[in-house]
């Protein structure tokens, strides 16, 4: 399960990863564009991966894009893009969403609990340490990403 949380141009997220009964603490889900746009991404690992790969490659061609879940409410991967002129960007199945004057945002298993302490103040990083505090599947080292 992943949990991501931005705030002021830092983006965070945890280090765990399932896969299947087993867990392991050093997934990378978090990259920067090739304008230091910073991507985050939380769902199926093999397509967050894919996906952050095709942005660690310059962004050429199109996207991997998510695929919709069975029951046709979800996902199969959530990208967070916190752009360079401010506010966040989601892209889902279903495309994007734009919050230009979002001021902070979370994704993932842990955003209930990061969205409540980011409301309060705290930074990125600081959001992802309450989810993880909090039992929320966000687990292992936190890291950060800082948009240039």
Request: hydrophobic share 40%.
């Amino acid at each position: 399960m992943t949990t991501i949380a931005y705030r002021e141009g830092v983006m965070a997220a945890d280090s765990g990863s399932w896969m299947g009964d087993a867990c392991h603490r050093w997934a990378r889900k978090l990259t920067r564009g090739p304008d230091g746009t910073p991507y985050g991404t939380a769902g199926h690992a093999a397509e967050c991966e894919a996906f952050l790969a095709w942005v660690r490659a310059g962004c050429e061609g199109s996207a991997p894009r998510a695929r919709e879940e069975d029951d046709g409410r979800g996902s199969s991967f959530v990208v967070l893009v916190a752009p360079p002129e401010g506010g966040v960007r989601i892209r889902t199945a279903r495309g994007d969403e734009v919050s230009p004057e979002a001021a902070y945002f979370a994704v993932g298993a842990g955003k209930e609990v990061c969205f409540g302490a980011l409301f309060m103040g705290p930074t990125a990083e600081q959001a992802l340490h309450a989810a993880m505090e909090h039992g929320c599947g966000a687990i292992g080292s936190v890291c950060t990403i800082i948009r240039r």
